[in-house]
């Protein structure tokens, strides 16, 4: 009677068993791959009065992408618009493809002739452009800042020249196009960013550019929230942890009652025997 009893008390915590490691197994993740990302339609700019070919940059293009499609190289894209290897392109950037035509050079007008010329000493020319620099908070952490993603406050921004002077700074703010730091003389700079501690960037934090007479330098530093972020925010441990709780809670108070019972059928037996 005993051992019968005790025969399905076995079964019924093997049953109890089973059931846990079903329900507690993790489940494979499915590989699901990405859709290909489907580049923007390129719209073919036409000749303005000038004769220049101004392309307005769209989501997701890149200057490869658009040297390539306009026909011309990379070296020639960013001679044509100034810009650096580093430099960052912005949807919405008007860029110069080139010019409708060979370029006509224009006579100039044939001086008057005076009996006592003039004489005018050539100087050099020197200038000055702008440096717009912006930090971004880089949700998807692709480096680019795409149009849902917003600046970010709290970060400091500097501008050096390479004799180690500084020509401008700033703590960044929630001003969707930055910051420009203007009267920047014709000379090399060291462009870089500080975040907060409780981000951690998704860019390089440092960018060397030259700066030419009328030159305009868009700068973009990408910075993603940390793990902290997301536990301050309140992020609560999944609901299998939970169950995973409870049925140890289960396997422990079966086991306990099958010794229960087993130090009882010992002792069962050994009077019999007696």
Same mark, same amino acid.
């Given at each position: 009677?005993?051992? /019968?009893y005790l025969r399905r008390l076995l079964y019924l915590s093997i049953g109890i068993l089973a059931m846990a490691v079903f329900l507690v197994a993790p489940? /494979?993740?499915r590989s699901v791959k990405a859709p290909p990302m489907q580049p923007t339609a390129f719209f073919t700019p036409t000749p303005d009065s000038n004769g220049q070919i101004i392309y307005t940059v769209q989501k997701d293009d890149s200057p490869w992408r658009i040297a390539a499609i306009a026909g011309i190289s990379l070296e020639e894209l960013y001679a044509l618009n100034g810009l650096q290897p580093n430099d960052y392109i912005t949807v919405g950037m008007e860029l110069l493809l080139g010019y409708e035509g060979p370029q006509e050079a224009t006579a100039a007008p044939e001086p008057l002739s005076t009996e006592t010329p003039l004489q005018v000493? #050539?100087?050099?020319f020197v200038g000055s452009g702008e440096i717009c620099v912006i930090i971004f908070i880089d949700e998807n952490g692709n480096a680019s800042f795409d149009e849902e993603e917003v600046a970010l406050s709290g970060g400091q921004v500097s501008v050096v020249s390479v004799s180690g002077e500084l020509a401008g700074e700033r703590t960044t703010d929630d001003n969707p196009e930055g910051h420009c730091f203007k009267e920047i003389e014709e000379d090399?700079? +060291?462009?870089s960013a500080a975040i907060p501690e409780e981000f951690n960037p998704t860019t390089a934090m440092n960018l060397a550019i030259r700066i030419q007479p009328g030159d305009v330098k868009y700068i973009q530093f990408g910075a993603q929230p940390s793990? #902290?972020? +997301?536990?301050a925010n309140g992020d609560k441990p999944s609901g299998r942890s939970t169950i995973l709780g409870a049925f140890g809670i289960i396997l422990l108070a079966a086991a306990g009652i099958l010794g229960y019972y087993a130090s009882r059928y010992? /002792?069962?037996t050994t009077s019999l025997h007696r």
């Open positions: 009677m005993v051992i /019968k489940v /494979k993740a000493e #050539a100087t050099p090399d700079y +060291n462009v793990g #902290a972020v +997301n536990t010992r /002792k069962h």
